[in-house]
């Protein structure tokens, strides 16, 4: 399953941003059975699982985005999208997305990574 990130840009502080994640060439009934994460790098930082959703619409989030970040799922339309409310500067990354498995105790990334997406917050 191959997966694009879209719809960065920049914002303000207190803004909001919609990612999406289309896998627009796969099987809807393939695309529907992988848990898909979104994930982020800021310069210098390691890249770092934000929220994941699994096939059974199980969500997750890191501790710094809970409350301000939701991830969904439409499966008809093959996308995954991330709402992100009450930016902050520290959420400046690229975001990118992709397929996740649980392997012991941890969501494990295991597709190619495509370009992913710039998200820029100013204070």
């Known amino acids: 399953v191959q997966l694009q990130a879209s719809g960065g840009g920049s914002v303000q502080a207190g803004g909001s941003l919609r990612l999406s994640c289309a896998s627009p060439r796969s099987i809807t009934s393939v695309f529907s059975a992988y848990a898909v994460g979104w994930y982020r790098q800021a310069p210098g930082s390691q890249r770092e699982l934000v929220a994941r959703?699994?096939?059974?619409?199980?969500?997750n989030y890191a501790d710094s985005v809970k409350g301000r970040f939701t991830i969904s799922r439409d499966n008809s339309k093959k996308k995954v999208n991330l709402q992100m409310n009450s930016l902050k500067p520290e959420d400046t990354a690229i975001y990118y997305c992709?397929?996740?498995?649980?392997?012991?105790?941890?969501?494990?990334?295991?597709?190619?990574w495509g370009q992913g997406t710039q998200v820029t917050v100013s204070s």
């Open positions: 992709n397929t996740v498995k649980r392997m012991d105790s941890t969501w494990t990334p295991f597709g190619n």
């Open positions: 959703i699994t096939s059974s619409f199980d969500t």
